[in-house]
């Protein structure tokens, strides 16, 4: 081994030592939302929740690097698909509907499509005044804000 070169775990010893802290945290989970408090438990929950799930997505990233599934074309384009979906609901959730659709629409088309700045631009744009003129002036639907409280942009 070289000098100032940090061992690492290799093949099966990555995965068991994963699964070893996986039922760590688990046990830790387990026994502090049993022997916890309801207040004490939601500190503690705020600590091991994470954990949990950084572990889980390590147990899965060694389990996929150890035994690799041959992924089809399809399967590229779908992942992608549930990707940007998410990412609109997450936005749609955060901001609300009147900023998240013209700001997905310029994001989208500039980053997937790769379409050119210009067209990104007046797409968001228009979808930006078709939501104000439509639903926002002429129907008065009241559109549902994000979680996080923002200026008022629309009346």
């Known amino acids: 081994m070289r000098s100032g070169?940090?061992?690492?775990?290799?093949?099966r010893g990555a995965l068991?030592?994963?699964l070893a802290m996986l039922a760590v945290f688990a046990y830790a989970a387990y026994e502090m939302n049993?022997?916890?408090?309801?207040?004490?438990?939601?500190f503690a929950n705020a600590l091991i929740?994470?954990?949990?799930?950084?572990?889980?997505?390590q147990v899965v990233r060694e389990?996929?690097?150890?035994?690799?599934?041959p992924v089809p074309p399809e399967a590229a384009f779908t992942r992608s698909a549930f990707k940007w979906a998410a990412a609109f609901f997450a936005m749609l959730w955060a901001i609300g509907l009147a900023v998240t659709i013209p700001l997905f629409a310029l994001v989208y088309l500039r980053l997937a499509a790769r379409e050119a700045w210009p067209k990104a631009v007046a797409y968001a744009f228009f979808a930006w005044l078709f939501v104000e003129v439509?639903?926002?002036r002429l129907l008065h639907v009241p559109l549902p804000g994000g979680a996080i409280p923002l200026p008022a942009i629309t009346n």
């Open 5 to 11: 070169t940090m061992p690492t775990l290799s093949g």
């Open 16 to 18: 068991v030592f994963s």
């Open 34 to 42: 049993t022997a916890f408090s309801t207040r004490a438990r939601l």
């Open 49 to 57: 929740v994470p954990a949990l799930v950084l572990a889980v997505a």
């Open 63 to 69: 389990v996929r690097r150890l035994h690799p599934l």
């Open 134 to 136: 439509l639903f926002i």
